[in-house]
């Protein structure tokens, strides 16, 4: 078992900025790929970002890419996602994820552990 725990959400005005954390818990970090996630009222849960094992290789969304960061420290069992200029659009619970996959693959069903999510709202 992996247990994920996320913080860093909050309110911000569009055009800002916020860096949200994921601390992992449980088996080997170092082992998952990790990525994430978000969904917002009504909608289905989207791909985000992912990172593979060693932090090498990184993927987004096109709705982020530019925009948005992911990284991890494997000696600190964390990833983070550093989010700037923030849109309206980007107004989600943002979930963090850990699976034995390939970073690239987008579905839900490819990752295994899944933290509580944080809520981000950016006000326009």
């Known amino acids: 078992q992996v247990q994920l725990v996320e913080s860093g959400g909050g309110l911000v005005q569009a055009g800002g900025s916020l860096r949200l954390s994921c601390a992992a818990s449980?088996?080997?970090?170092?082992?998952?790929?990790m990525a994430w996630f978000r969904q917002a009222p009504g909608k289905e849960r989207e791909f985000v970002a992912a990172?593979?094992?060693?932090?090498?290789?990184?993927y987004y969304a096109d709705s982020v890419k530019g925009r948005f960061t992911i990284s991890r420290d494997n000696a600190k069992n964390t990833v983070y996602l550093q989010m700037n200029s923030l849109k309206p659009e980007d107004t989600a619970v943002y979930y963090c994820t850990a699976g034995r996959t390939i970073v690239g693959v987008t579905t839900t069903t490819a990752y295994d552990y899944w933290g509580q999510g944080t809520q981000v709202t950016v006000s326009s």
């Open positions: 990172i593979s094992r060693s932090g090498g290789i990184t």
């Open positions: 449980g088996r080997t970090f170092s082992n998952y790929a």
